[in-house]
């Protein structure tokens, strides 16, 4: 079994619109990952450099994460992964996974703290979700609550509901619908 650890040796982003004004409503994001070599540090380990980049379309920022891979296991383990690596083979699912991990967590910080979108996949809600023969994610006007025009099947009516903001419902009652 491989152990994995990774190390963060350069963060860099860079915004190239400007703070004064607004973002493009449609962004596209794309995300790489390249692991640049695969070198045998001791019988038993294995060093892995890579480099993780975002880019934004149109062109707002690019996001950038290196660092390094260490990979600790069996001396056959290790031996195998780097003849892999040394006839064009793709990495082990294990070191994809930890830089991976690491590099978008730290790729997300640094969208933040240049105010621009996370490096995320967007969220869809399912559509299909209906109850008592109404939709709970509709696009027309709920004409009885209004609160319920537009939102998602996943939020309960506990959340949404105006009378339940005002009179508070108890945790056990939660389960049950609101009166309308």
């Given amino acids: 079994m491989l152990r994995v650890t990774v190390q ?7 915004r190239f619109w400007g703070q004064e004004s607004q973002l493009p409503p449609q962004v596209q994001i794309a995300v790489n990952i390249n692991i640049v070599g695969l070198d045998m540090k001791n019988e038993s380990t294995a060093d892995a450099p890579f480099v993780f980049t975002v880019n934004y379309a149109p062109s707002i920022a690019q996001l950038s994460v290196k660092g390094r891979a260490q990979v600790i296991g069996e001396k056959e383990e290790i031996s195998r992964m780097i003849e892999e690596h040394k006839q064009s083979r793709p990495p082990p699912v294990a070191i994809i996974q930890a830089v991976s991990s690491i590099a978008i967590a730290e790729a997300i910080l640094l969208s933040k703290s240049l105010g621009i979108p996370p490096p995320l996949p967007p969220i869809h809600f399912p559509q299909w979700a209906c109850r008592r023969n109404k939709c709970r994610l509709s696009n027309s006007k709920d004409k009885e609550n209004p609160s319920r025009a537009i939102r998602p099947s996943i939020i309960p ?24």
């Fill in 8 to 14: 963060v040796t350069n963060l860099t982003g860079e």
């Fill in 157 to 180: 009516d506990y959340l949404v509901h105006p009378k339940s903001w005002r009179i508070g419902i108890h945790p056990k009652n939660w389960t049950r619908r609101v009166a309308r």
